[in-house]
Structure formats: C-alpha cells, structure tokens
C-alpha cells in the first residue's frame, strides 16, 4: 500500500460518543441549565413533600384565615386557613406526575405510530395521519374538556385527556424525521445485510429521532402541566381539598381583591414551572440540533 | 520552476487573443507566502500554508491535491470569497496585474473593491452547477444579471450579450435555453451556462474549482475541451483545481502540488508526469489508474506499491496476476432477463405516462473468485441492478439465480439467510455507517442479525473483521466521524465481510475516495478476494479503475448491456461504437498522450424515460469472439 499519505485522526483523542457531543454543547447553554436546575430541585420537592411542607396540606385553622405571609405561613394562607406554601409543595407532586405521566403516554404512542406512518407509508400512514389531523383540528383545552366529559372529572382522567392530545404532536414529528432518515444509505445498508423492519425502525430510526422527541417532550410537559391546572381551574380536574395548582387558583378567585396571595403563589408556581420547562427545551434544542452546531 | 513553458499549446495562440507579447512574461497574478486559517475548538486550522504560485496571461495552472489538501481554499481566497467560509487571510499577498496595468494587493483589497473585481477580472466556476445557480430565476436573466451588473449595459443589451454567451459555450438552440430553468438542464449543460455567465465579462482569469467532478466521463471530456478552446479564444488565464491527474494531463499548462497547505512540488506539466521530484507527487502518480496501463495482460492486477526509501519514492508493480476465477465452478450469480422499470406518473390523478427503463432484459453471469465490472455513466442503469440483485429494489421480470438457486421463488426464511452471502458496498462510507452507533456495532450487526456469533464471539470477530482491513481492534469503540473516507470504506468492507460472503457488490465503492486512497482500497479489495475467493460486481464508471480489477467487463447503456465480455477483448478491442466512445473520453494521466484532437461524443446521454407502448429494440448479443458479446441492433442513438 502507498504509504505516504498517513490516516489523520490522532490515536489519542477520547471517544466522542453522540451522547458526550451532546452533553459538551449543552454545557453552553446557561439558561437551560438553570432551568434544568431548578426543574431538578422542584422534583426533589415533590419527592420529600412530607419532610419540606411545614403543615399538612389540607389541615384548616379558621383562627388564620386569608392571612397575608408571615414567619408563620411563609406564603400565607387561604380562605379555610390552610397553609399556602405547604399547598404548593404538595401541589407539585400532582402537576409534575400528571405532566410527566400524560407527556410519556402521549409520547410512547405518538412516537410509535409516528415511526409505523413514516417507515411503511401508503394507506397506513394515511390513516394515521387523518387521525392526527382530526385531533390537530381540536384547540387542545376543549379536546381535553371532551375526554373528561366522557370519562368523568377526576385527575386521572386528566392525564388521559392530557395524552391524548400530545399524540398527534409527536407522531407528526416523529413521521417527518422518519421520512428523512429512512432514505439515509445506512438504512438501505442495514436492509442489504437483512435487518428486519421492526430492528430497522428501532435501531436506525427511533435514535435519529430522539433529538426532537427530547426537546419536545420538554416543552410538552410545561403545556401539559398549564393545561391540567386549567382543567383543574374549571373544577374538571383535582377535587378539593386536593392541593392542585389549578384548584389552588379557582379557590381563590372570590378573594383576589382582599387577599392576592391565595392566587398570587399557586400563579407563579404554574409560571415558573411552565417557564422553566419550556428554557430547558430550548436549550436542549440548540444543543441538540445540528443545524444550529457551532463550530 | 522558473522556466517558461516555451512548447506550452495555449502559447501561440495568445496573439489571437490581441494579448501584447509583452505582458506574457510578467504574471498575471502573483500570489506570495500566502497563508490562510480557520478559527476552531482546538485553536486555528491552517488550511494553506505559506504558498507562492503566478499564473502567466494565457496560461492553464492546475493546482493539484487530494481532499484537504488547500487547494479549494487556494482559490476561495484568490477570490476573497473564503471571509464568507469563516476563513482568515493571515499572511501574504496576492498581486493582480489589472486591466488598467495597476497592480493590486488583493489580500488587502476592500471587500466593495473586491466586490467589482469578481466576475470583471477573475471569474469563477463551482464543482455544482445546479447549487451555484439560482433556481428561481431564467438563465437568460441570470447571465443577463452579471452583464449588467459589470458591464453597465441596459437589459435588451445584455440580453442579446447572454444569447451571444451561450452560443460562444456551444450550447445548441441557446435562442431557446435562455428562458429554461435550471432544473430542466442536464449537468453538462449548467456547468456550460456556468462557464457562460463566468465569461461574460471577459476575466483575464478564470479560476476552475472541479468543475467536472460532477460529471460523467464523455460530458467532462466536453467541457475539458470548451475550456480550452474558450481560453484560446480570449486569452485569458485558467486556474485549474482538479484532484484528477487525467484531467491534469488533459488541461494543464503549468502544474502545482499541493499536500496539507503546503506546496510540494511545482512545474511544467510534462516534467512533473515524467519526473516527479517530491516524493508524494510519485505516490499520488503511481496511485493513479492510467488506462492501458495492463494492455496485453488478460487477467487484473494489483495498484502499484510505493514504497518510500528516504527521499525518493520507488514504485514496484506487484507480482502476482489475479489469477483466481474457477471457471469450471458453476456460476455463483446467474442473472437472466432481468427488467426493472420505473413508472412515471404525471397530472392531477397520477396518470401512468412512461416508464424509465433502468434495466433492460440484461443477462450476465457472475463465477467464484471472479470480479465482473458493471460499467456505463449515470443513468445507464448499473447501480439499478445491482440494487435489483441485492433485493433493495424490485423487479419487473427475469430470474436472478444465486449458488444455483432462484432467489424469487425462495421463502422469506431462505432468502433472509441468503443476505449473508451477498452484500454491498455503498459509494459514501460515510452515509453508509449509522452516525449514532460506534463502528464495532455497525460491523457486528451482520453477526447479530444472522445469529453468527455471541457474547464475546462478537467482540472477537469484530477485532477480526477491523484486522482484516487493516485498521486496528480499538477502533470499534469509535463513531464513523473521527474516521477518514478511506478508513471508513474499508469499515464498510469490514462490515461487508462479517458474514463471509461469496459475492460482494462494490457500487461505485472507490469513486468517492482520494486516488492514493483508491489504489489502497482496491488493492484490499483484490487481497480478500485472493484469500476468499470471493466473486466481485464491480459497479463503476471509471475505465482506468475498472481495467485494474475486473476479468470480465460489461457495459450498460440505457439500461442494457451492449458489450460483455473478457476484460483485455473488451479493453484492446471494443466492438461497440459507446465502449469506443467511453474509452476515448477517459483522460488520460499522461501529457505525452495527450490528443486533443480525438472524437468526442457529442451531445448529451440520452434519458431511460420512454412513453408507454415505446418498447425499446432488442436482439440477442452477438459472439465476436469466445466470449466476447456485442450488440448489433441499435441502442439509443447508436445505429
């Protein structure tokens, strides 16, 4: 062999595994690492609730009602006396659980159907996609407010309807990148060695499309939490006495003028979650996305 | 180097121009010390570093390297146009003799200054037609755009100008083309309207950045020779890019070397072929597959082997012939009237209008240790087949035998098992390894999927497989990225070998790659099959490669065969006027050869596209000589 011209690569170098590629460029983003930050802590939160929350959650004290914060009630507290600040620790474990929970169902099958639509095509895909198409056309809320009318308010049933309007999102996103990645020559190369489909789908497609799948679960989970707290809002979701965000606000709503913090607290939790949330996601997009790689 | 290329063709023909005698000494531009970075992770990449090149008035520099060798960087920065690629000229000048007679730094020009310089006194054509024209607009309009733009005249004006360009290109009916879209030209006829719009504005230089890579063998040719008559006519001089040292040989005047940003070797280009001084320009020459190169010889044989003693390069032609058919084993693939077409669909409901005829009843017949090249120019239909064979593409009718079993009458079971004894190789490695897996899976997967090997097994046959290629067991862990496309191929291969097959199909599987890295490629190639025996479809469209691997030879033309048969009879005597053809449109890495002269094919490659009902002639191939096939009906635009 001719001998003059050496490979180039250096022997020394660490294995850049896709995964550290993405870790080194997410380290830049500031943002989405204080997101992540606090997105971690609030789930530590939720985990030790018992241990965190001052007072039991639901324990009146019809001698401190609608009181302003104090050492006391660092939050104040409600109309039935109740400790706002122990009502939000507890309130996380349902708001991020019925996130999380309804983003994962509505991902999984998503993320199934989307890979089926996009490897096989034809009337499949059709189908499929006319499904996706129906529920798109639904404004998410009322789609929601429709599957809780038929199964009955009840926050387990939230994460239903929640999931089911995650589904088309992640299917449509998971058949376009399917679309692209099924003409790459390496999927024609695992065919030629005689992969089956379903290996093919899941070893050569489903890891192309985790990079949006990811950034997309992000953003979803700060929708699905604004929506279950809406459901709960309108009185469809968590029922009293639960401490739900979204009930937290509704059972505040009489008092607004004379006592803001009963709404004020649950408010800014949903916000900064939601807040957090989707700057994780757009982090995690900008570390994620080739096109936006840096040199 | 610092001699005049007195014989130099182009020479005489400057006083046709109206170039004054004068000027011819002095360079045109004279570029000193130059030196260009890119700013990366890992600090700044010197890209070029510290070239001096001139180019005389009239005169053809072809700078010549393999992929990251500076040379596209060279001529981006000549043009000022690298800023816009995030490249920095940090050291250097670059003097341009004007058209007034000033000279001017252009290393230091301002980028408005520079913006009226492009196009007006250096021109430049891309590698890609169809990317470096706007699809949105006519040709007429966009060669019409650049006249008025430079030459200041009124839009009729610059429009007869555009008519007036085009027919100086040899475009026929130009009157016609002038208000087409790109996308409804062939390549060659782009990279024709490029060279058009280039010289609108009469540049005195004219700098080439591969603008025949793109293109099939007889186009190239073509435009080869437009180049050259064009630079006859106006005098103007021509900076060559090629990593092709055929096409070197074909254009060149004066050529320059280039290895990792620097220069290494610079001359007239009859020097050079004939006495390379640098020891890398005689590894790249000895890389090079010249055709004819084994007229004489019936049987394939090795690349060369350089082999570098101190300062000088000592190439040995291997020994050992290729002697490894068995032609009394029976065929390892046997492929019989095999059709696959494509349907062409058109209008609201998808009317079925034609068919693309990819395949045309083709027969040929594979045997063990055997390398059987499939060649032809794009569209022809070769890689149609051998994706036909390789079941990533249905046919329409034929039989394709495999080890004397007919592959579509198999059960599913059978014919999954069947992929372990035919694989394929891709023409870009690099897209045919899964970025997201480590190399050592992609080659274990076979294994896994054939249920080969297990646990540790896999492990061991992979370190195996990666030794076999020549690489080293540790790069199993590693992602196809921090490889090399030479390196890549050969994890390809790797990957290609891990169910021991008997029959590979190499679609294009060296044309993506560095000569120096070809030559090391296809040396691999014909080692594996000395040692396993192996059965080779060589899929290919380069002649000279070809003659180096194959016993046999077929080629295709709008998706038949029209000539199979031993390689040397095919070689040294061509029946078929299109074999005739392909062969003279190969430049030759050989200035002394060169003829410019020889017919070319005129015109472009006729499409595979034919109306329903238009079924075309065929007849059964006729013997010439033993085992020698020619067709004698006519194919397309051969009577």
């Known amino acids: 062999m001719s001998a003059v011209v050496p490979a180039a690569p250096a022997a020394s170098r660490p294995v850049r595994s896709p995964f550290r590629e993405f870790l080194r460029r997410f380290r830049r983003e500031r943002q989405a690492i204080a997101a992540g930050v606090f997105l971690l802590a609030l789930v530590l939160m939720a985990v030790f609730a018992p241990l965190l929350a001052p007072y039991a959650p639901a324990q009146p004290d019809y001698m401190h009602i609608l009181e302003g914060p104090s050492a006391a009630h660092w939050a104040g507290t409600d109309a039935y006396g109740r400790d706002i600040f122990s009502r939000i620790i507890w309130g996380s474990r349902i708001s991020l659980s019925v996130g999380f929970l309804s983003v994962t169902l509505g991902g999984i099958i998503g993320v199934v159907l989307g890979l089926i639509s996009g490897f096989y095509g034809g009337w499949l895909d059709s189908l499929i996609m006319r499904v996706c198409d129906v529920l798109f056309a639904f404004p998410g809320i009322l789609l929601a407010i429709g599957v809780i009318a038929i199964l009955g308010p009840g926050i387990y049933n939230v994460i239903y309807a929640v999931a089911v309007f995650s589904v088309p999102v992640f299917a449509r996103l998971v058949r376009g990148s399917t679309l692209a990645l099924k003409q790459a020559v390496y999927v024609d190369a695992a065919r030629a060695i005689g992969v089956r489909d379903r290996l093919i789908m899941l070893r050569h497609l489903l890891p192309g499309t985790m990079p949006s799948v990811i950034v997309y679960f992000s953003m979803r989970v700060g929708t699905a939490i604004l929506t279950a707290a809406s459901l709960s809002f309108i009185g469809l979701g968590a029922q009293p006495p639960s401490p739900e965000w979204g009930a937290m606000l509704a059972d505040g709503r009489s008092y607004i003028g004379i006592a803001s913090q009963v709404t004020l607290f649950p408010g800014l939790a949903i916000f900064v979650t939601v807040l957090a949330f989707n700057m994780l996601g757009d982090g995690l997009r900008d570390a994620l996305d080739p096109k936006l790689r840096k040199l | 180097m610092t001699s005049i290329p007195q014989a130099a063709p182009t020479t005489g023909s400057l006083s046709n ?26 600090g700044p990449f010197r890209a070029v570093d510290g070239i001096d090149l001139h180019i005389r008035r009239g005169e053809t520099l072809a700078i010549v390297g393999e992929s990251g060798s500076g040379k596209s960087v060279t001529a981006l920065s000549l043009m000022r146009l690298i800023e816009f690629g995030g490249g920095r000229i940090v050291g250097g000048s670059i003097q341009l003799a004007g058209r007034d007679g000033g000279l001017r730094d252009l290393a230091q020009e301002s980028l408005p200054a520079m913006n009226r310089l492009r196009g007006d006194e250096i021109a430049m054509i891309f590698q890609e037609p169809m990317t470096s024209l706007n ?96 630079q006859d006519e106006m005098g103007m001089a021509v900076m060559f890019i090629t990593h092709d040292m055929g096409v070197v040989a074909e254009v060149a005047d004066r050529v320059l070397v280039m290895y990792r940003g620097k220069k290494v070797e610079e001359g007239v280009v009859d020097d050079v072929f004939a006495r390379p001084q640098a020891p890398y320009t005689k590894a790249l020459l000895a890389a090079v597959p010249k055709l004819g190169s084994l007229s004489g010889a019936p049987l394939p044989r090795r690349f060369p082997v350089l082999t570098v003693e101190g300062e000088a390069g000592i190439a040995t032609e291997a020994e050992r012939w290729q002697d490894t058919v068995e032609p009394a ?50 569209g022809c239909g070769k890689s149609t087949a051998g994706r036909t064979i390789m079941q990533l593409q249905a046919p329409d009718s034929g039989s394709i035998r495999f080890s004397g079993r007919d592959i579509f009458a198999m059960p599913e079971a059978e014919r999954r098992r069947m992929h372990q004894k035919i694989q394929y190789i891709f023409q870009d490695p690099y897209a045919s390894l899964n970025p997201r897996v480590t190399v050592g899976f992609s080659i274990a997967e076979p294994l896994i999927t054939h249920n080969l090997a297990k646990g540790a097994g896999v492990e061991e046959r992979v370190a195996q497989l990666l030794v076999d290629v020549g690489l080293s067991p540790d790069h199993a862990k590693r992602y196809p990225h921090e490889f090399s496309g030479g390196q890549r191929q050969r994890i390809c291969i790797a990957r290609a070998l891990a169910c021991e097959p008997d029959l590979i199909i190499a679609d294009e599987a060296v044309s993506a790659l ?126």
């Open chain 2, 514 to 639: 560095d000569v120096s890295i070809q030559a090391q490629i296809v040396n691999l190639l014909m080692d594996l099959q000395e040692k396993r025996r192996l059965a080779y479809l060589f899929i290919s469209h380069d002649m000279a490669v070809v003659e180096r691997v194959s016993h046999r030879v077929a080629v295709m033309y709008l998706g038949q065969i029209v000539e199979i048969g031993p390689r040397q009879a095919v070689f040294e005597n061509p029946q078929h006027a299109y074999t005739r053809r392909l062969m003279a449109a190969v430049p030759i890495a050989d200035p002394a050869r060169r003829d410019r002269s020889r017919p070319l094919l005129e015109g472009e490659i006729p499409s595979p596209m034919r109306k329903l009902g238009d079924e075309p002639i065929w007849a059964p191939l006729v013997e010439v000589e033993p085992g020698h096939f020619v067709a004698r009906h006519p194919v397309g635009d051969f009577a």
């Open chain 2, 135 to 230: 699809p949105v607009f006519t040709i007429g309009d966009q060669i019409a755009e650049a006249v008025m733009l430079h030459q200041g005249l009124g839009r009729k004006e610059a429009r007869s100008e555009a008519l007036a360009m085009l027919n100086k290109v040899r475009i026929p009916e130009a009157a016609r083309l002038l208000d087409r879209y790109p996308h409804q030209l062939s390549g060659g006829m782009r990279q024709r309207v490029m060279i058009a719009m280039a010289l609108s504005c009469r540049p005195s230089l004219l700098i080439a950045d591969e603008p025949t890579t793109a293109l099939d063998v007889t186009i190239q040719a073509q435009i080869l020779r437009l180049v050259r008559q064009l």
């Open chain 2, 329 to 378: 084993a029976p065929p390892i693939l046997d492929v019989d009237d095999l059709f696959t077409r494509f349907e062409v669909r058109r209008g609201l409901f998808g009317r079925l209008t034609g068919r693309i005829h990819a395949v045309e009843r083709v027969s040929f017949k594979v045997h063990p240790g055997e390398t059987l090249a499939l060649v032809g120019e794009s």
């Open chain 2, 17 to 42: 121009a109206g170039a004054p005698p004068a000027t011819h000494s002095t360079p045109l531009v004279e570029v000193k010390n130059l030196t260009v970075e890119f700013p990366t992770e890992d």
